[in-house]
């Protein structure tokens, strides 16, 4: 019986390593495919070698296994950031550059793969790396557990969800946008179809275009400007994280955590984050879009939204 002991083991880590799950990365990544100007595709399909209709899906979780590989773990600490607040709901603010250690956090990251992918002194390999390196970042960053310290971003408070033994940080991961979509089990044990993040991103681009969502698509911009350099990127990077840091407070941990340690959040708890979940992976797709653009064509691609 002694697989019985390691297999639990083996998917513990992975689920301390996860990030968004499958869903939410491939999802947002398919929004941003949606506002991409032709340039921009042409571009990235070409270093990404794949012209599929999923072709940033695909890759949208690849940091994640990465970072798992032997020799890699040097990349892990660029999916987050450490806000050390007051234990939130009491105040969420970030300090930069104190929150980021000198090893990295993702704001550095962003800034690091930005100035990266359009080095042209680097291999093509390393560009395409930093470009998916970009894809993944830009979606940890609006996960709001991805920029809080407290209770290591709630991987240490432990929940039940749905009647499934989690985390708080894996719930937000991946039970709660799985149960939104239905996908059963509410873990990341769940397989995901291509069918299943596009039809998602399908419909949040509906609701970007004709819906509640199409005023705040300015808002979610005004740090996207030229030049993409390191310091442009890491100065946006740190207002989208600080963002993010917000909604711990406004909602994630507003219950304070030790209070959610040990609590099924399931229910009512659910029913709230369902909105938080939908605007951070819409927030997420529609400010890669522009990022790529910026990088790839020199403008967002958004001028004439209104
Ligand atoms: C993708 O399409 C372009 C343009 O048609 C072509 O040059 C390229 O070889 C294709 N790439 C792959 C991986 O099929
Ligand atoms: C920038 O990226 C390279 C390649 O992944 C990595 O070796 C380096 O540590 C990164 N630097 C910073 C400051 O994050
Ligand atoms: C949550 O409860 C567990 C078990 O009682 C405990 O080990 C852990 O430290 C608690 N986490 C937090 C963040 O308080
Ligand atoms: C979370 O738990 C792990 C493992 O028990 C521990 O190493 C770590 O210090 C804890 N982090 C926080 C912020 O409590
Ligand atoms: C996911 O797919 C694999 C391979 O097809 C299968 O073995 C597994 O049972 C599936 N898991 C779930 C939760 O459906
Ligand atoms: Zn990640």
């Known amino acids: 019986m002694k697989t019985s002991v390691v297999i639990p083991v083996v998917l513990a880590q992975a689920a301390t390593v996860s990030a968004w799950g499958k869903l939410g990365h491939a999802t947002i990544a ?7 100007t032709p340039n921009t595709v042409d571009q990235v399909q070409a270093m990404l070698g794949d012209n599929s209709t999923t072709y940033m899906g695909n890759i949208a979780s690849w940091a994640d296994t990465f970072r798992s590989e032997s020799g890699n773990g040097w990349s892990s600490g660029f999916h987050y950031v450490n806000g050390h607040d007051a234990p939130p709901p009491e105040s969420c603010h970030l300090i930069l550059p104190e929150d980021c250690p000198p090893e990295g956090c993702i704001v550095s990251a962003i800034g690091n793969y930005t100035e990266r992918v359009q080095n042209k002194k680097l291999s ?3 560009r395409t790396q930093a470009l998916k390196f970009i894809i993944h970042f830009l979606g940890d960053i609006t996960q709001p557990l991805h920029t809080e310290a407290f209770g290591g971003g709630g991987n240490n ?6 009647g499934y033994k989690t985390n708080l940080h894996a719930a937000w991961d991946t039970s709660i946008p799985n149960a939104m979509l239905g996908i059963s089990p ?17 419909n949040l681009a509906a609701k970007i275009n004709l819906g509640s969502y199409h ?3 300015r808002k979610w911009l005004r740090y996207h400007a ?18 993010s840091n917000e909604e711990v407070c406004d909602y994630v941990m507003k219950v304070p955590g030790n209070q959610l340690n040990g609590t099924e959040i399931g229910g009512d708890y659910y029913q709230g984050a369902k909105e938080v979940v939908e605007r951070s992976i819409i927030k997420g797709g ?4 522009g990022w790529l653009n910026l990088i790839f064509d020199k403008h967002t691609g958004f001028e004439s939204w209104h």
């Open 186 to 202: 509410p873990t990341y044990a769940a397989n995901i179809t291509d069918a299943d993040f596009l039809g998602w991103a399908n």
């Open 30 to 36: 398919s929004v941003a495919q949606q506002y991409l």
């Open 226 to 243: 030229l030049p993409t350099n390191r310091k442009g990127a890491e100065r946006a990077a740190a207002a989208w994280a600080q963002d």
């Open 215 to 217: 005023k705040d698509v």
């Open 286 to 289: 529609v400010r890669l879009a």
């Open 157 to 162: 408070v432990t929940v039940t969800f749905q």
């Open 124 to 126: 093509a390999e390393q």
